[in-house]
């Protein structure tokens, strides 16, 4: 009985302990310019990458969640023991919260450039990003970004802005495609000339275009008008079957219940901008049916996203919110590029970041030339009743790249057998023929379901 | 052809809803000569008042028309004693100052409005309570719902009880009087505060009317709604002739119309190079174009020398 209790006892201080190392751990803003390298037998470095996101305001939820994210990844790299340059490396997070608010984003930015942080993960927003991406190139110091989705971001031309998740230019063209899929002949386009919905109703037109669509109405709004009644009855008189919207839901709820009521029977269609339960709210029931997108694919269709959900729940007891699985995705993209470059210099892994081809939780990790993710993933949505549900991912390397590496493999595997056929040959027996013709076959089959799994 | 029907009763019920702002401008105008740019955040007010006390009602289990009845009674009450607190607190202590003053603190107040309703009911978008029964109608290939006719009509029987209540009554008769010649109307025995304070309650209350009828045409409000609504009204009742009735109805329904018209057909009107992001800017070029070659509106008699 005492030792049962004494047992107990131990584990909980061991609990406590290690949680309170964990906190400890934990890099606090201010201290971390200052930390030393813990004293090790093998020569230690201490790498340090930044970490920017929203961690107070309406928009904490999702900061913390990205934190997370950067933590997991940190610790189970630090688990690895990996060593870099002939010397044992240690992560550590510098995390720093900017408000969502583009001046406190540079404000931290600088601070990190100060601190000579080795890389930076994030901003989340890209109001924040954008400004700061600035700073961390004229400073040479890598960034790369789970969130900030703005096309702008890597377009400015700086050699160090990296994105791990889809931007919303691939967003238009995926919604593009997924339109001509619907069967539709037809489109109406309207935007809000913002960046963000001008930027994506301009690409969804291309996509839509190209894939034989006829674009019989593009009309404007603002982002901050309610009455849309106007151009959506000349929309009407245009017949167009579907309305793409490029916004945010605080237009688009309105402009989906002033079409059912002008009695347009045409399908609604918007980005993420107006994939929110507040379109549900305020688009009432004329919002059942239409479709939006999230950059990005659910987790539960990814290979890796299960296991990385689960891990998740055990270390943060939480539930994911939103980008945490691409923060994770950026972070190790980070530490991948200084393992091939062998080094944790800015200016020696940088180029290698460009060079990436990893397999994250989120997708296959390829950057073209700006720095953006190569074939990022849409997922479409549907509302219906009252909840948003998932209909299919466009783009996206994610599955597609894996069961290209299944049939591969499967291919690889044929021609072992077909060499093990020709050894069998060789060797004696008519048996050993079939034994490898039966190897052959099995391979086929492996061939054949891997590819149809894709 | 049905398009253009269509068109029309967008405008119409838009214009509808301009016309009862615009009368609060007009009203307060024709009598004092201030232009009251606090009177859209009256309207905002209006609509958001009676989102929280008909959702409230709502929730505490009280029939959707009646709480809907008492929404927009709190409502019209609390428009008119801000009405009246705008008067007595901001424009009273400034009467007789130069004309530039009290129309600098009108937009004071129209800012101070805006914020207090941020701080009050917060920045986000908020839901209207549906209270009028969803009916859609369909009539030569145009359609309308139960919300556009019950606008319409309410916007003309409120406008009509407005006519009523200037041409027939003695506050009516003290109004036209003090709008005349207020010095004269004073020697008369006419209590010029009374008269004016009259004014801005009824403006207010008319206000409160139709920021109901915007939010159940919507469903949707937010603190910043009033402020283009409160100058597209006040181009309405430029339009009209400012300080004339009839002239705001009027042009309040004009607006409207070459709003819904102009975003409809400019587009195709000239191959595309305006387009209809051009929606909100027609109130603002027909604001030029009349203060340009007609200053005194359509129906305005009076010459430019009070605008």
């Known amino acids: ?454 | 052809m049905d398009i253009f029907l269509q068109q029309i009763i967008n405008g119409l019920v838009q214009g509808s809803i301009y016309a009862l702002v615009a009368l609060g401008y007009t009203m307060v105008y024709g009598i004092m000569g201030l232009i009251n740019f606090a009177h859209g955040e009256v309207v905002m007010i209006g609509t958001l008042v009676t989102i929280t006390v008909t959702g409230t009602l709502i929730k505490a289990g009280m029939p959707v028309a009646l709480a809907g009845l008492a929404g927009v009674s709190v409502s019209v009450l609390v428009c008119i004693a801000l009405g009246w607190g705008l008067e007595r607190i901001a424009y009273r202590p400034l009467r007789g100052a130069p004309r530039l003053t009290p129309l600098i603190t009108a937009i004071g107040m129209s800012i101070v409005l805006q914020n207090l309703a941020m701080i009050v009911w917060g920045r986000n978008y908020m839901t209207f309570p549906a209270f009028l029964p969803k009916i859609d109608y369909e009539f030569a290939g145009a359609n309308f719902t139960a919300v556009q006719i019950v606008i319409v009509l309410v916007s003309a029987a409120t406008m009509g009880g407005l006519l009523l209540l200037v041409y027939r009554t003695k506050l009516g008769m003290a109004m036209r009087a003090t709008a005349q010649n207020p010095a004269v109307a004073s020697l008369m025995g006419v209590n010029i505060n009374r008269v004016i304070a009259a004014a801005f309650i009824i403006g207010s209350a008319l206000g409160a009317v139709a920021g109901v009828m915007v939010g159940s045409y919507y469903e949707i409000a937010h603190y910043q709604m009033g402020f283009m609504l409160g100058l597209k009204a006040f181009t309405a009742a430029v339009l009209g002739g400012i300080g004339n009735l009839g002239g705001a109805m009027a042009g309040g329904i004009l607006l409207g119309l070459i709003e819904a018209l102009g975003a409809g057909y400019i587009g195709d009107l000239t191959g595309g190079f305006l387009g209809s992001h051009y929606q909100d800017i027609f109130a603002f070029i027909v604001l030029i174009g009349v203060l340009m070659f007609r200053p005194s509106g359509l129906f305005g008699e009076k010459t430019g020398d009070r605008a």
């Open chain 1, 1 to 454: 009985m005492h030792a049962k209790l004494s047992v107990v006892a131990l584990s909980v201080i061991t609990a406590f302990a290690l949680s309170a190392c964990g906190q400890k751990e934990e890099p606090k803003p201010v201290a971390a310019p200052i930390t030393p390298a813990a004293p090790a037998a093998k020569p230690e470095v201490v790498v340090k990458l930044g970490h920017v996101a929203p961690m107070t305001g309406p928009q904490a939820h999702l900061g913390k969640d990205n934190e997370y994210g950067a933590l997991l990844a940190v610790e189970e790299l630090n688990a690895q023991g990996l060593e870099i340059g002939g010397a044992k490396v240690k992560f550590e997070l510098v995390a720093e919260d900017d408000q969502a608010d583009p001046k406190q984003g540079s404000i931290v930015a600088q601070k990190l450039v100060d601190a000579k942080v080795n890389g930076v993960i994030g901003h989340l927003n890209s109001g924040t990003t954008i400004p700061a991406s600035k700073l961390y190139a004229d400073a040479g110091i890598p960034q790369v970004s789970g969130s900030a989705t703005n096309p702008k971001y890597t377009q400015q031309g700086f050699a160090t802005a990296f994105r791990v998740m889809a931007n919303d230019v691939q967003q238009g063209k995926a919604l593009g495609e997924f339109a001509a899929k619907q069967g539709v002949k037809s489109v109406a386009i309207v935007d809000d000339r913002t960046a963000y919905g001008q930027g994506l109703a301009d690409e969804f037109k291309k996509a839509a275009e190209a894939s034989g669509l006829k674009v019989v109405a593009t009309e404007y709004t603002n982002d901050k008008a309610t009455d849309f009644k106007a151009i959506l009855t000349k929309i009407k008189s245009k017949k167009a079957e579907l309305v793409f919207f490029g916004g945010m839901d605080a237009q688009g709820g309105p402009m989906a219940k002033q079409m059912k009521e002008l009695g347009i029977k045409a399908k609604f269609l918007g980005g993420d901008g107006v994939c929110t339960p507040e379109f549900m709210k305020l688009g009432g029931p004329a919002s059942e049916g239409q479709y939006c997108s999230l950059p990005g694919m659910p987790l539960e269709k990814l290979a890796k996203g299960p296991e990385f959900k689960d891990k998740f729940g055990k270390k943060f007891g939480a539930e994911i919110q939103l980008y945490s699985p691409y923060v994770y995705d950026a972070v190790m993209v980070v530490a991948d590029s200084m393992k091939r470059a062998n080094s944790v210099e800015p200016a020696k892994y940088l180029p290698e970041i460009g060079k990436t081809k990893y397999d994250g939780v989120t997708a296959l990790i390829e950057f073209d030339q700006f720095g953006d993710l190569k074939g990022g993933a849409i997922s479409v949505y549907q509302y219906k009743g009252g909840k948003l549900e998932y209909v299919e991912t466009l783009g996206g390397g994610g599955p597609v790249d894996s069961a290209k590496a299944e049939v591969k493999e499967a291919v690889a595997e044929v021609k072992e057998a077909a060499q093990a056929v020709a050894g069998a040959a060789t060797t004696a027996g008519a048996n050993a023929v079939k034994a490898g013709a039966e190897a052959v076959k099995s391979a086929a089959e492996a061939t054949k379901s891997a590819v149809e799994k894709k």
